[in-house]
């Protein structure tokens, strides 16, 4: 099992930065990738970046320039750096932990982040 605990969420106006964090603990397996997806209300959750161990990260079109994933692997911790937030960034954001051996996924309780106009 693995547990992912997230934070960092909150409530910014438009064109401000957030920062969340993703501390994973548990089995721990090499081999795996990192990254957060987001859910709006009354949309589907799409996935918003993932980073792996190799450090190959990708991103939805709609933050590409705006956020940065990393991860410090000495901790097991992702990082979603948002800068240049939108409205429409506004979502619950949920941490995973994919074993890419198995496309196993492990989630994280999910983070609300408000963003006003």
């Known amino acids: 099992q693995v547990q992912l605990v997230e934070s960092g969420g909150g409530l910014v106006q438009a064109g401000g930065s957030l920062r969340l964090s993703c501390a994973a603990s548990g089995n721990i397996f090499s081999g795996n990738a990192m990254g957060w997806y987001r859910q709006a209300p009354g949309k589907q959750r799409e996935l918003v970046a993932s980073?792996?161990?190799?450090?190959?990260?990708n991103y939805v079109d709609s933050v590409k320039d705006r956020f940065t994933i990393s991860r410090d692997d000495a901790k097991n911790t992702v990082y979603l750096q948002m800068n240049s937030l939108k409205p429409e960034d506004t979502a619950v954001y949920y941490c995973?932990?994919?074993?890419?051996?198995?496309?196993?996924?492990?989630w994280g309780q999910g983070t609300q982040v408000t963003v006003s106009s």
């Open positions: 995973f932990w994919r074993r890419l051996a198995t496309l196993r996924d492990y």
């Open positions: 980073i792996t161990y190799a450090g190959s990260t």
